[in-house]
């Protein structure tokens, strides 16, 4: 989803006292030097305009959150919305996802996607969040079981993603082709997911295990 740059985005940016800005030193080390505890880690990929992680961040706060985007227009508009409620358990990192182990080194606990880019032409398919490529990355991050957990509207995308985890390993642990339709299940909405989910967009969902 396409978002306006902000016309004060680098003061934004700038005076934010929670995004790191050099991530890489923190490899091995986000736990004893950043978030000081011994909590777990969830990530989301492509945080948007930062409301699932921040909403998730104030309902969990046993567990540590970490926005992920490589846009500063994107993280700008995150922070404008994150700052009207700050959780002490989440930071921001500006970062290409192909670059995260650069980053962790076997201490995230939780990958969330939602509603990554689907890259539907096939000699884009390197650039899908859930294409070999990417997992192999996800696996020096993990620090023990591997959990990702992926919403989408795209249905591509979806089977794709069924597909591609299966092969690598994953155990499909919870699947839905509509998930707003499960009543009991808990489930914190993204911006673009309360938009087209108004619209009647069903919203594709998929729990994944690797041991």
């Known amino acids: 989803?396409?978002?306006?740059?902000?016309?004060?985005?680098?003061?934004?940016?700038?005076?934010?006292?929670?995004?790191?800005?050099?991530?890489?030193?923190?490899?091995?080390?986000?736990?004893?030097?950043?978030?000081?505890?011994?909590?777990?880690?969830?990530?989301?990929?492509?945080?948007?305009?930062?409301?699932?992680?921040?909403?998730?961040?104030?309902?969990?706060?046993?567990?540590?959150?970490?926005?992920?985007?490589?846009?500063?227009?994107?993280?700008?508009?995150?922070?404008?919305?994150?700052?009207?409620?700050?959780?002490e358990n989440l930071r921001i990192i500006k970062i290409d996802a192909s670059n995260l182990n650069e980053v962790f080194e076997k201490e995230v606990d939780n990958i969330y996607l939602n509603f990554s880019d689907p890259w539907p032409k096939k000699r884009q398919e390197k650039r899908r969040l859930t294409s070999v490529s990417f997992l192999k990355v996800y696996d020096s991050i993990?620090?023990?079981?591997?959990?990702?957990?992926?919403?989408?509207d795209n249905i591509g995308l979806y089977a794709y993603s069924l597909v591609s985890l299966s092969e690598y390993g994953y155990i499909i642990k919870e699947a839905s082709l509509d998930l707003h339709s499960e009543e009991d299940r808990f489930n914190i909405e993204t911006e673009y997911e309360k938009k087209f989910s108004s619209k009647g967009v069903k919203i594709n969902y998929l729990k994944v295990v690797k041991k």
């Open 1 to 87: 989803m396409r978002l306006r740059n902000l016309k004060n985005k680098d003061e934004l940016i700038n005076n934010c006292t929670y995004i790191i800005n050099n991530p890489k030193d923190y490899k091995g080390k986000w736990l004893k030097e950043i978030f000081k505890n011994n909590k777990p880690i969830h990530i989301e990929i492509g945080m948007g305009k930062g409301t699932f992680i921040k909403e998730m961040a104030l309902v969990f706060p046993n567990i540590n959150f970490i926005g992920i985007e490589k846009f500063d227009g994107v993280i700008a508009r995150a922070i404008n919305n994150i700052n009207e409620n700050i959780p």
């Open 142 to 152: 993990f620090k023990n079981d591997k959990t990702i957990i992926m919403k989408t």
